[in-house]
């Protein structure tokens, strides 16, 4: 078997892309008609651009500068897709919208310099506009635990991000995905569980690299697990650790390297 990668798939985003991965790794590797080589930079609570932590215990670099990026220019040319999802966390760690967008912006010009397909979901402000403030901070309290930003604060950073990256996204040709109110439950930022396989398939068919359904629950890991504690670089309390990449490597020839 020939298990040279057919794709190259870019996945950045938070905790919504590190519940999708099972699934998306799967409907990748299938419509690529062979293996897939993912490079993915997401986990709970993760920031685009500074070090965020989940629990008190576990901190990941920001996306923008992990290491991710170095390991993507030592890598041959390779036909590419990527996601940039799940921006908003670093509203709630009190960035302003405009130095999010610059985050957003610097991975965007990287990945037009790989000529990759980019697929870029915009706020869900559909939600959001309809969140009472005691919901916001419930949400607040469990997800972010010490993180005191207001949030009339929030609301209106979130509408200035979500025209900056509009702006964005068009100036580098992404294809924009807004997310919709249904999504969502009394949770403003994870998605329903009964509707991940219908969003994350919605998204997959925005690239015409990779645009046939996945099957519903399929998953490539089988009796494999993604690992808990797997990126390259990562702080655990307090203490630094890194991981040798791939983190997990399948029969096909398809990699997996979190970052």
């Known amino acids: 078997m020939d298990d040279r990668p057919a794709l190259r798939a870019i996945l950045l985003g938070a905790s919504n892309l590190k519940a999708a991965l099972p699934s998306l790794l799967a409907g990748l590797r299938r419509t690529a008609g062979g293996p897939v080589e993912v490079l993915a930079a997401c986990g709970h609570g993760r920031s685009y651009g500074m070090w965020s932590r989940f629990l008190f ?6 996306i923008a ?18 996601l940039l999802t799940d921006v908003g966390n670093d509203l709630l760690y009190g960035a302003s919208a405009g130095m999010i967008s610059g985050w957003v912006r610097t991975c965007l010009d990287r990945l037009a310099f790989q000529r990759a ?5 915009l706020l869900p402000l559909g939600r959001l506009e309809r969140l009472a403030p005691w919901q916001y901070l419930l949400a607040r309290s469990i997800l972010f635990p010490g993180r005191n930003v207001p949030w009339d604060a929030v609301r209106q950073e979130a509408r200035k991000l979500d025209e900056l990256l509009r702006e964005a996204g068009l100036e580098h040709e992404a294809r924009l995905v807004r997310p919709e109110a249904s999504w969502y439950g009394i949770d403003p930022i994870h998605i329903l569980r009964s509707r991940r396989h219908e969003v994350w398939h919605g998204i997959l068919s925005q690239w015409t690299l990779a645009s046939r359904e996945p099957g519903e629950g399929e998953s490539l890991l089988g009796r494999q697990r993604l690992p808990a504690f797997g990126a390259e670089e990562f ?25």
């Open 65 to 82: 500068d992990c290491g991710l990026w170095r390991e993507l220019s030592r890598r041959p040319p390779l036909p590419t897709v990527a």
């Open 57 to 62: 215990v576990r901190r990941l670099p920001g």
């Open 235 to 259: 702080r655990l309390l307090g203490f630094r650790f890194e991981r040798p990449q791939p983190a997990l490597r399948f029969d096909d020839g398809t990699t997996l390297s979190l970052f």
């Open 117 to 121: 397909e980019v697929v870029l979901t």
